[in-house]
């Protein structure tokens, strides 16, 4: 079933899917991004303390989580004809080798205006315990007249 404007209430959830964090994943991230901070790939640089914080071993990169909210708002929002607009994230706890972790959305609020009709989400990211790794929030856009990729 096709989301749409109409059908769309404050509070409605969007649920993202679960991704498995693995040292592996975290390596495909680095060459992706092109980001080889040893924060990412170097046990024994990150067995000491960094700055205020001992993370006790390499952690994800936290635009791995902007990526996964991206999926979700996008898979979300395109089949409906939507237009994902704007991501705020803010990173709350650090994701490690052996993490599963979740996106999910709440319909937070919904605007019309003259030229367009808009939702605002509040985005998380949380892990196998429940705990948030990653909280923000999401613009997308209902242009008028917008088709549905399904019909």
Sequence with gaps: MTTTFEDLAVGDAIDGP????????IRLFCDGSLDYNPLHL???YMKGDFGKTNFG????????NFGLITRMITDWAYPAGAIHRRLETRWVKPVRPGDTIRPRGIIKSKQTTERSRWVIIDVLVCNQ??????TGEAM??????AQSAAG
């Excluded at 071993?57 to 791995?64: F, P, V, Y």
């Excluded at 315990?129 to 990653?134: L, S, T």
């Design 140 to 145: 997308v856009e209902f242009p008028h007249g």
């Design 18 to 25: 679960e991704f498995a964090v693995s040292r592996a994943s």
């Design 42 to 44: 170097d046990d024994d």
């Design 129 to 134: 315990q429940g705990d948030k790794v990653a």
């Design 57 to 64: 071993g390499i952690i994800m990169h936290g635009m791995n």
